[in-house]
């Protein structure tokens, strides 16, 4: 059983930073993981994963050059680091986790990031 809680969401002005924290308690990260947005009368959106084995990344294009994920394998954590952030930027952020056979198999709650103008 795994657990993936994400914390650090919050409302900021444009051009301002955010850092999202996934956690992940029950077993160690594996596979992929990776991190999804929700704004609004919208579907859910890919933003960006990693490789857990090879620390390899993705983004996607809306949000290259402004967001960097990354992780801490010894605190088993995975975080975002959103910087000049917009207010198209604004939705639910969920953590996820999975493998390249299953896809996304589990996932956060999700963390409210909202971006004033």
């Known amino acids: 059983q795994v657990q993936l809680v994400e914390s650090g969401g919050g409302l900021v002005q444009a051009g301002g930073s955010l850092r999202l924290s996934c956690a992940a308690s029950g077993r160690t990260f594996s596979g992929f993981s990776g991190w999804f947005r929700q704004a609004p009368g919208k579907e859910r959106e890919f933003v960006a994963d990693?490789?857990?084995?090879?620390?390899?990344?993705r983004l996607a294009d809306s949000v290259k050059g402004r967001f960097t994920i990354s992780r801490d394998n010894a605190l088993n954590t995975m975080y975002l680091q959103m910087n000049s952030l917009k207010p198209e930027d604004t939705a639910v952020y969920y953590c996820?986790?999975?493998?390249?056979?299953?896809?996304?198999?589990?996932w956060g709650q999700g963390t409210q990031v909202t971006v004033s103008s």
């Open positions: 996820a986790a999975g493998t390249n056979l299953e896809g996304y198999k589990y």
């Open positions: 990693i490789n857990w084995s090879g620390g390899t990344t």
